[in-house]
Antibody, heavy 121, light 108 residues
Framework: EVQLVESGGAVVQPGGSLRLSCDASGFTFDDYAMHWVRQAPGKGLEWISLITWDGGDTYYAASVKGRFTISRDNGKDTLYLQMNSLRTEDTAFYYC??????????????WGQGTLVTVSS | DIQMTQSPSSLSASVGDRVTITCQASQDIKNYLNWYQQKPGKAPKLLIYDASNLETGVPSRFSGSGSGTEFTFTISSLQPEDFATYYCQQYDNLPPLTFGGGTKVEMK
């Protein structure tokens, strides 16, 4: 059974930093691209970043580019999101998600339970 | 970036009703379109991929159709567990992968 478990969500002040982790199990982690998707309370879904299966390529939404960094450790089956220069508008539930395509990327067939990041003074 | 326009943003329906949601892409995305269901406090769940393919384990009352810029998601006979919010998502041109704004299906 595929499991994705996020951690690291917290309350942080504007301008602060936070690192989220996502522990994966139940599938061959290094066969699949991985994503971070966020959802502000009461709002819709926003894709924010993806990393290819080998970590060789990363992509970001314009809203986080230059502030957030996605990475992965295939030896530990763990996905990360380093978030710097946080803004109040970054307040959201952050989900890690597994891509549903083997050796490609396009969508999300498994999701974690989400971790809440609150940016507030 | 490709914009996904989903309609309606909400609808009221009764158990047994046929429910249809549409998603329009701002440019041709072929069939690179997925549909998700999200219940309150839960992560989204993939229902349909590549516009019309049912994800494993998803009931057959859910279906999807369309290609190019116009897509439709249908629940043939609404069940009590189907009251939720539904999202479309494109992956033809990325980044970014983009979602529609969501459709909340509420009980009439």
């Amino acid at each position: 059974e595929v499991q994705l478990v996020e951690s690291g969500g917290a309350v942080v002040q504007p301008g602060g930093s936070l690192r989220l982790s996502c522990d994966a199990s139940g599938f061959t982690f290094d066969d699949y691209a991985m994503h971070w998707v966020r959802q502000a309370p009461g709002k819709g879904l926003e894709w924010i970043s993806l990393i290819t299966w080998d970590g060789g390529d990363t992509y970001y939404a314009a809203s986080v580019k230059g502030r957030f960094t996605i990475s992965r450790d295939n030896g530990k089956d763990t996905l990360y999101l380093q978030m710097n220069s946080l803004r109040t508008e970054d307040t959201a539930f952050y989900y890690c998600a597994k891509d549903f395509l083997y050796d490609a990327f396009g969508g999300f067939d498994h999701w974690g339970q989400g971790t809440l990041v609150t940016v507030s003074s | 970036d490709i914009q996904m326009t989903q309609s309606p943003s909400s609808l009221s329906a009764s158990v047994g009703d046929r429910v249809t949601i549409t998603c329009q892409a701002s440019q041709d995305i072929k069939n690179y379109l997925n549909w998700y269901q999200q219940k309150p406090g839960k992560a989204p769940k993939l229902l349909i991929y590549d516009a019309s393919n049912l994800e494993t384990g998803v009931p057959s009352r859910f279906s999807g159709s369309g290609s190019g810029t116009e897509f439709t998601f249908t629940i043939s006979s609404l069940q009590p567990e189907d009251f939720a919010t539904y999202y479309c998502q494109q992956y033809d041109n990325l980044p970014p992968l983009t979602f529609g704004g969501g459709t909340k299906v509420e009980m009439k």
